[in-house]
Nanobody
Framework: QVQLVESGGGSVQAGGSLRLSCAAT????????MGWFRQVLGKESEGVAL???????TYADSVKGRFSISKDNAKNTLYLQMNSLKPEDTAMYYC?????????????????WGLGTQVTVSS
């Protein structure tokens, strides 16, 4: 059973940076697609960034050039470095994982989810 625990959220002013972490337990190989999603209350979940087992990455247009997803396989930890934060980045951020490749995946394809960490960006 894969378990995911996010950390690193908080409040920051526009233009600032945060790094989110997602500690994963229950799996030991790199055959998972892992990603970050975000959701604002009352709105649909948005995929932010995905990373395949081979390290290839995909980003939402809204965060390209500002956010960077990475993973440390030795530590079983996924990261999201968020720079140049904007008020519209305010959301609950969730870590998710699914066995297999990322290509074509939507949020409902992901089998495992963390409980989320709140990011608030003030103007």
């Amino acid at each position: 059973q894969v378990q995911l625990v996010e950390s690193g959220g908080g409040s920051v002013q526009a233009g600032g940076s945060l790094r989110l972490s997602c500690a994963a337990t229950g799996y030991t190989d790199g055959s998972y697609c892992m990603g970050w999603f975000r959701q604002v209350l009352g709105k649909e979940s948005e995929g932010v960034a995905l990373v395949d087992g081979d390290g290839s990455t995909t980003y939402a247009d809204s965060v390209k050039g500002r956010f960077s997803i990475s993973k440390d396989n030795a530590k079983n930890t996924l990261y999201l470095q968020m720079n140049s934060l904007k008020p519209e980045d305010t959301a609950m951020y969730y870590c998710a994982a699914v066995r297999g490749y990322c290509w074509g995946r939507r949020s409902y394809d992901f089998s495992y989810w963390g409980l989320g960490t709140q990011v608030t960006v003030s103007s």
